[in-house]
């Protein structure tokens, strides 16, 4: 394969030699012709444009091919050239129209046709890329990347049925494909035709009978549509194939309507303790119960949850996700001291999810053990520098532990990282106004707040709260005192009511 750096040589030389002459001799069927010297300054003007786009020098290139096209507008070759210019600094309209320049030359140069496809598709003309392959495909109707292409764009471009008639041109000539299989499947899921969509994948099962991935894509989609019959054959035939498949195993388990709520977790139990089966099948299996699972769940749920996740912990120990996910099981069911037991083994294994700090902190914090939290706070911002939550859980957990400069400097950081999030930035706001009030900056204090107000602060009971408390630190208690009432219209508090009557 030649280099660039090959035919840019190959071109310098061509430059070179056509520079340096006035006429040349070309034998062409055994007849010797002489080239003129206009025709040696064509040449030259051409390559040195050729030249300067091989060196991405563009606008050089842009200039040189303008220049050649002046007297010689039927060249296709540098209408092609010019285009690829016009495309490599974004100048897709004038890319367009001098690629459509080239092909009404030279109309069957599938090469200008893919160019242009490319300019609409990088201009996000997706539908006009789309019509581009479908007139490559009609020219040449055996080249499968063609059909492929088409078939992309037509999805892309909210043409279903363009998409499914070029990926069934490509399935007769190239058989059936996991491309093909699986891109229909997609066409007719987003058409909402469940039957299709498990067909597709169910004949590419039937094509690859022992490929046991194509079988789990298949009973996973099953599981999506609640087809748990048609599952549960998809999992046997794999376990039929391979019995030790361990997710085969859970998948297979009875899932009858008329089971038992917990008949199922106890089946998964067994399982649970084997180490063949990986720990992110059984989180898996067990996170769908997750969303639904608290105090009043049903015992015998409650009881198989915490089996499972008893061992996830006793056969994972090193695991931190499975620390996680048994201190998520106690936390939603109010078990915090359990809870936070798990949460601080998965936070001494180093996880990489900030959510169980979060859920660490927002018991310390609920439990007002501020002592033990700050310190707790101080290495979540260790190990999530970017995470502004943590900073205002150090915030946080410093003012009430009467630390309010500390606090400060960790919320002025968090304000920075709070971005679009206003529900945070409200939070972060208004443990920096508490900072600054203690700090008898009442009047900082009160510009932070006058920020946010029309953010939601003024619906906000701690906000509108804090602001009386600045507003009071400046020995003004009249108008504190319309601000804590605007507070307690929202919600109120033993502290609020005893500010309010000033005892």
Same mark, same amino acid.
């Given at each position: 394969?030649?280099?660039?750096?090959?035919?840019?040589t190959y071109t310098f030389i061509l +430059?070179?030699?056509?520079?340096?002459?006035?006429?040349?001799?070309?034998?062409? *069927?055994? %007849?010797?012709?002489?080239?003129?010297?206009?025709?040696?300054?064509?040449?030259?003007? +051409?390559?040195?444009?050729?030249?300067?786009?091989?060196?991405?020098?563009?606008?050089?290139?842009?200039?040189?091919?303008?220049? +050649?096209?002046?007297?010689?507008?039927?060249?296709?070759?540098?209408?092609?050239?010019?285009?690829?210019?016009?495309?490599?600094?974004?100048?897709? *309209?004038?890319?367009?129209?001098?690629?459509?320049?080239?092909?009404? !030359?030279?109309?069957?140069?599938?090469?200008?046709?893919?160019?242009?496809? $490319?300019?609409?598709?990088?201009?996000?003309?997706?539908?006009n890329a789309a019509d581009v392959y $479908?007139?490559?495909?009609?020219?040449?109707p055996k080249t499968p990347e063609f059909? #492929?292409?088409?078939?992309?764009?037509?999805?892309?471009?909210?043409?279903?049925?363009?998409?499914?008639?070029?990926?069934?041109?490509?399935?007769?000539?190239? *058989?059936?494909?996991?491309?093909?299989?699986?891109?229909?499947?997609?066409?007719? %899921?987003?058409?909402?035709?469940?039957?299709?969509?498990?067909?597709?994948?169910?004949?590419?099962?039937?094509?690859?009978?022992?490929?046991?991935?194509?079988?789990?894509?298949?009973?996973?989609?099953?599981? #999506?549509?609640?087809?748990?019959?048609?599952?549960?054959?998809?999992?046997?035939?794999?376990?039929?194939?391979?019995?030790?498949?361990?997710?085969?195993?859970?998948?297979?388990? @009875?899932?009858?309507?008329?089971?038992?709520?917990?008949?199922?977790?106890?089946?998964?139990?067994?399982?649970?303790?084997?180490?063949? &089966?990986?720990?992110?099948?059984?989180?898996?299996?067990?996170?769908?119960?997750?969303?639904?699972?608290?105090?009043?769940?049903?015992? *015998?749920?409650?009881?198989?949850?915490?089996?499972?996740?008893?061992?996830? &912990?006793?056969?994972?120990? @090193?695991?931190?996700?499975?620390?996680?996910?048994?201190?998520?099981?106690?936390?939603?069911?109010?078990?915090?001291?359990?809870?936070?037991?798990?949460?601080?083994?998965?936070?001494?294994?180093?996880?990489? &999810?900030?959510?169980?700090?979060?859920?660490?902190?927002?018991?310390?914090?609920?439990?007002?053990?501020?002592?033990?939290?700050?310190?707790?706070?101080?290495?979540?911002?260790?190990?999530?520098?970017?995470?502004?939550?943590?900073?205002?859980?150090?915030?946080?957990?410093?003012?009430?532990?009467?630390?309010?400069?500390?606090?400060?400097? =960790?919320?002025?950081?968090?304000? %920075?990282?709070?971005?679009?999030?206003?529900?945070?930035?409200?939070?972060?706001?208004?443990?920096?106004?508490?900072?600054?009030? =203690?700090?008898?900056?009442? $009047?900082?204090? !009160?510009?932070?707040?006058?920020?946010?107000?029309?953010?939601?602060?003024?619906?906000?009971?701690?906000?509108?709260?804090?602001?009386?408390?600045?507003?009071?630190?400046?020995?003004?208690?009249?108008? =504190?005192?319309?601000?804590?009432?605007?507070?307690?219209?929202?919600?109120?508090?033993?502290?609020?009511?005893?500010?309010?009557?000033?005892?």
């Amino acid at each position: 394969m030649i280099s660039n750096t090959q035919i840019i040589t190959y071109t310098f030389i061509l +430059f070179t030699c056509c520079a340096t002459v006035s006429t040349a001799q070309n034998t062409i *069927g055994g %007849v010797k012709k002489e080239v003129s010297e206009e025709e040696v300054e064509r040449q030259t003007q +051409f390559l040195e444009a050729e030249s300067f786009r091989m060196l991405s020098k563009n606008d050089k290139a842009i200039d040189a091919y303008k220049k +050649f096209l002046y007297n010689n507008e039927s060249y296709d070759a540098a209408w092609y050239g010019l285009a690829r210019c016009y495309f490599e600094t974004q100048q897709y *309209g004038n890319a367009l129209d001098a690629i459509d320049k080239a092909i009404k !030359i030279n109309p069957e140069n599938k090469w200008y046709m893919l160019h242009k496809a $490319d300019i609409y598709e990088k201009n996000g003309q997706i539908t006009n890329a789309a019509d581009v392959y $479908d007139q490559l495909v009609k020219k040449n109707p055996k080249t499968p990347e063609f059909l #492929e292409r088409l078939a992309y764009l037509s999805i892309l471009s909210e043409n279903p049925k363009r998409g499914l008639k070029a990926l069934d041109q490509l399935e007769a000539m190239t *058989g059936i494909s996991e491309i093909t299989a699986s891109k229909k499947h997609l066409i007719y %899921v987003a058409m909402g035709d469940q039957t299709k969509a498990a067909n597709e994948l169910r004949r590419l099962c039937e094509a690859y009978p022992r490929d046991l991935d194509y079988k789990r894509i298949l009973a996973k989609y099953y599981n #999506e549509i609640s087809d748990k019959t048609a599952e549960k054959a998809v999992w046997n035939d794999i376990l039929r194939l391979n019995p030790n498949d361990a997710e085969a195993k859970l998948g297979a388990l @009875d899932q009858g309507k008329n089971s038992p709520a917990n008949a199922k977790l106890e089946a998964m139990l067994p399982l649970f303790k084997d180490p063949a &089966v990986s720990i992110d099948a059984k989180i898996k299996e067990i996170s769908p119960y997750l969303s639904t699972l608290n105090k009043n769940s049903d015992q *015998g749920t409650i009881n198989g949850l915490l089996a499972l996740g008893n061992a996830l &912990v006793t056969l994972h120990k @090193d695991e931190p996700k499975a620390w996680s996910v048994a201190g998520d099981l106690f936390y939603l069911l109010d078990r915090n001291d359990e809870a936070l037991v798990h949460y601080k083994k998965c936070i001494d294994l180093r996880p990489k &999810v900030f959510s169980v700090w979060d859920n660490a902190l927002t018991i310390l914090t609920d439990q007002k053990k501020y002592t033990e939290a700050l310190p707790l706070a101080d290495k979540a911002i260790d190990a999530f520098p970017n995470q502004p939550k943590a900073y205002l859980w150090y915030g946080l957990t410093a003012n009430m532990l009467q630390k309010p400069a500390q606090a400060q400097t =960790a919320l002025e950081q968090a304000i %920075v990282m709070c971005g679009n999030n206003v529900a945070l930035l409200l939070e972060v706001t208004d443990q920096l106004g508490v900072a600054l009030t =203690a700090q008898n900056k009442p $009047d900082d204090a !009160i510009a932070r707040f006058d920020k946010i107000m029309a953010k939601g602060g003024d619906k906000n009971a701690d906000i509108l709260e804090h602001y009386g408390d600045a507003l009071a630190a400046k020995g003004d208690r009249s108008k =504190a005192l319309e601000w804590w009432k605007k507070a307690k219209a929202i919600r109120t508090s033993p502290a609020l009511e005893q500010k309010i009557s000033g005892q």
